[in-house]
């Protein structure tokens, strides 16, 4: 083992010896996932709202005037639209959400007549905060419903004349003081950051790529050995095949955490939260980087120059690092991208990175992703071994 660690070290300092390398390894990811963890940190500020009256009645105005309230960061567009052209404006973003509030809704309430609202609104961008506020005051109102429709039962078996209005109305006004409601608030100063972008994305996004991009660099450097005899000299030399294949192994290895780390640590000083899943994260970044070390050593086996080897480096880097979510988180791509997207190691990683980051997951929540990249990284070993030629 000694030996192993000593063809790593010395390989090590070659590559640290050489200035070029280290833009490479922390230069260009730090900038670029600075520039995207800035450019693409969502806000809101408000949601917005279509609303459409068709009943325009006094019970009507209310409930729209109880959605409003539910939810300080709702605002109601001004302009009055028809039902069909709302639902096209949700459809195109142009607005938020949009809520259809039927003829006769009052005399519907009245009568307890079942009421259906249209309800429409762009998931991808709401999250389900409108729904959730919009449910939260229907129940308020089915529980008025509910207890003005109990209290017209219990008057007319006391044959006493009470109008079944006015048993709502005191009903409802019971309901909105003492029922429970949800108030949904910033936590600071600053606009509300939507998970799966800033630097919750593009730290281990980027970090995910770049370390791709330095340990497949290692196919090259393997090759470029073979040539200038210095793998043949090692053979040699008082070191069995394992001892050499295993010191490059754990060189490239090496650069990969490395990477990781640095551009974790940069991420947590621009305000990165990991929480309690540090031990869990960097399991992942051991996993992760072990299956790219085996995919790189698997295909050092298949190319046969530098050239080829660059050039696989740079399409498989790109390709693999979008398909996988490292440029975007793919909850936002189509059910079936996502199923091609985990044919790329980079999607089970950001997979673990995300449940850590963002959902305050642990250990466990990230073990079925740990234990698919520990399951590539042994095929592709086990492929690369038995390939692998030193002449």
């Known amino acids: 083992m000694d030996k192993v660690i000593t063809i790593a070290v010395n390989d090590l300092r070659i590559y640290f010896s050489q200035r070029g390398n280290l833009i490479g390894l922390v230069l260009i990811p730090v900038v670029l996932a600075t520039v995207l963890g800035f450019t693409s940190t969502a806000t809101i500020s408000s949601y917005t709202l279509d609303i459409v009256d068709l009943d325009n ?19 109601r567009s001004t302009a009055a639209y028809t039902p069909a052209e709302v639902q096209v404006r949700v459809s195109e973003e142009a607005v938020d959400a949009a809520l259809i509030i039927p003829a006769d809704f009052a005399a519907d309430i009245e009568a307890f007549n079942a009421i259906d609202i249209l309800y ?3 998931e991808d961008v709401l999250g389900g905060v409108i729904q959730q506020s919009v449910n939260t005051v229907v129940g308020r109102w089915n529980s008025a419903v509910i207890a003005a429709r109990s209290g017209e039962v219990v008057v007319t078996a006391l044959d006493v004349d009470v109008d079944s209005s006015a048993i709502y109305a005191r009903a409802a006004n019971y309901i909105a003081q003492d029922s429970l409601q949800i108030d949904y608030a910033l936590t600071s100063d600053e606009p509300e950051a939507q998970p799966g972008e800033g630097f919750g994305q593009s730290v281990p996004g980027f970090a995910s790529m770049f370390v791709m991009f330095t340990v497949l660099g290692g196919m090259a450097v393997l090759l470029r050995e073979r040539k200038n005899w210095t793998m043949q000299r090692m053979v040699v030399m008082h070191l069995t095949r394992w001892q050499i294949l295993g010191g490059k192994i754990l060189t490239y290895f090496t650069l990969g955490m490395i990477q990781f780390i640095v551009l974790f640590a940069f991420g947590i000083v621009m305000g990165l939260e990991i929480g309690t899943g540090w031990f869990a994260m960097l399991l992942v970044m051991i996993a992760y980087t072990l299956s790219i070390t085996a995919l790189a050593l698997a295909l050092a086996t298949a190319v046969r120059t530098e050239g080829q ?82 002449e």
């Open 57 to 75: 009645s006094e019970q009507s105005a209310q409930f729209i005037a109880d959605v409003l309230a539910s939810n300080e960061l709702f605002v």
């Open 120 to 122: 429409y609104s762009n």
């Open 309 to 390: 080897a660059n050039n696989l480096t740079t399409l498989l880097g790109v390709s693999l690092a979008a398909l996988g979510g490292a440029w975007w988180s793919l909850e936002v791509v189509p059910p079936f991208m996502q199923t091609i997207g985990h044919l790329s190691p980079v999607a089970w990683a950001m997979d673990a990175f995300t449940i850590l980051i963002f959902y305050d997951g642990g250990l466990y929540d990230v073990l079925p992703s740990v234990a698919i990249l520990l399951m590539i990284a042994a095929i592709l070993f086990v492929i690369g071994v038995r390939r692998f030629r030193y």
